[in-house]
């Protein structure tokens, strides 16, 4: 074994929590020449295991024992004394090894203290021999432990600390990321101020909310401002697509898995529902979420338990669930796509979002406020719309709502030299659209749905279907098709100087095939 000097050099330097537990609880075996031990931490109502080695360590780590709960770790935590317990130790009941095959003879058990005192854990060495106990008792050796233990505390009270500043770091990310959001919750029309106004009031529950629009609405912009006006807004806020990811790797996302459950799963790790404990998890796209996903779903909801992939016991979680989907749940259900009851587990507060044609008012508002932002981001200044431009703007139907309409700013401030833009230096699928509508009625601003139906419609929903690149190379190779690929005249009709219009066309692929 390395010398005592080597060993709290070691112990002091390390600055990873994780790493630093191991360190510590594996000298502190090593010592004492036994293979089992544990260390734990107050949290919440009671002492969660953050780390253990030896025989069925898996299924220890990460373990709550409520502080109703009889055992020697809230003994010791609770009396700030060390303690050696026996078999049949009244303190011990074996909470913690319900289920295992593996029991203890004798626990030596020491406290952890923060530098002003306070007791934040414990940890535990444990031996599993039968007969003569291997553990050395001998006072003098004792103190010896009692010396390491006292450097390793100091050295996890730091990583405490580190841990908290990190934790600090995140929440100001996380409220910096919620001010951003509520800025961009942005309207005065009374379609959006109907649903902004059930947000508030949903957000005063603990309920489940189903929010459901079109893609680009806002989704979870509103799921975060829901979460932000709670009282769990200084807790986790974790979000899920629920179609971004392979149904195998979602459950695992979700619940989480004990090492060995699969291959490649070399250590435990909490799922999302354990992460966001006390806090919200908003499930984006939960139309798309599996069959029997969603029955596992229902049992968080009903119980709020969760079960982690190869695990033996269920794992209480207190988690408010916000989804949203796109989707026609009642039409999904009525055609056995959807479970019923998880329906009506997820829409206790129903929350429609409408689309941006819906709100023609706000369009104004929403491009002057991402003109703004944008440019700002870009270190410009922000152009300016002509009265011409953004009666356009607002006539279009904007298939992609806030998103699409978001990537236009962006399209303009980077693909425009000029400071003011008028109508006519807008794409042409806005153009199109726009005049069209306004030649059909020039005094009601279009509320209705989309229809593929509609050649007007089908241009502009394919329009909002393609990312901005692709907008521009088809406008690019409109251009050059037009010119006869004469690009100086291409060049002046976009009304950019030729070299930015070359290097516009290699960034995007565009050339003549011979």
Known sequence: MKSYLDLFRSLSEELDPRRLQHKFLSALLEMQGVGRGSIWIKKGDGYKCVEALGEQSDAIQGLHIGAGDASIVGWVIENRQMTVAEPGDGRHRGVVED??????????????????????????????????????????????????????????????????????????????????????????????????????????????????GESGTGKELFARRIHHLSHRRDEPFLVQNCSAIPETLLESELFGYTKGAFTGAVKNRDGLFEAAHG??????????????????????????????????????????????????????????????????????????????????????????????????????????????????????????????????????????????????????????????????DRRRPPTRPFSEDDPADSQAASFGRRSWGEVEREYVLYLMKTTNWNITRAAKMAKLNRSTFVSRMRRLGVSKKR
């Open 279 to 440: 806090g919200t998890l908003f499930l984006d796209e939960i139309g798309d979420m599996p069959l029997n996903l969603q029955a596992r779903i229902l049992r968080v909801i009903q119980d709020g338990e969760v079960k982690p992939l190869g695990a033996n016991r269920a794992r209480q979680v207190d988690v408010r669930i916000v989804s949203a989907t796109h989707r026609n749940l009642t039409q999904m259900v009525a055609e056995d796509l959807f479970r019923e009851d998880l329906f009506y587990r997820l829409s206790v507060l129903p929350l429609p979002l409408p689309a941006l044609r819906e709100r023609p008012e706000d369009i104004p508002l929403l491009l002057k406020h991402f003109m703004t932002h944008e440019a700002a981001k870009m270190r410009i200044p922000p152009k300016q719309l002509s009265a011409d431009a953004v009666d356009l703007l607002t006539t279009y139907g904007w298939g992609g709502n806030i998103r699409e309409l978001e990537n236009f700013v962006r399209y303009i401030l980077v693909t425009s030299e000029k400071e003011l833009i008028d109508g006519k230096d807008l794409p042409p699928p806005m153009t199109d659209v726009g005049q069209r509508r306004r030649r059909t």
């Open 99 to 212: 289920g295992l095959n593996v029991k203890s003879s004798k626990i030596l058990c020491f406290p952890l203290f923060l530098r002003d005192g306070t007791v934040y854990g414990a940890v535990q060495i444990i031996d599993t021999t039968l007969g003569k106990s291997r553990l050395n008792l001998d006072s003098g050796f004792l103190d010896d432990i009692q010396e390491l233990i006292d450097v390793g505390s100091i050295a996890l009270s730091n990583a405490v600390v580190y841990r908290q500043k990190l934790a600090e770091t995140e929440s100001l990310k996380h409220t910096l990321e919620q001010i951003q959001g509520e800025s961009r919750l942005i309207g005065q029309g009374p379609a959006f101020q109907q649903a902004h106004d059930l947000m508030e009031s949903y957000a005063l529950t603990e309920y489940p909310v189903l929010i459901t």
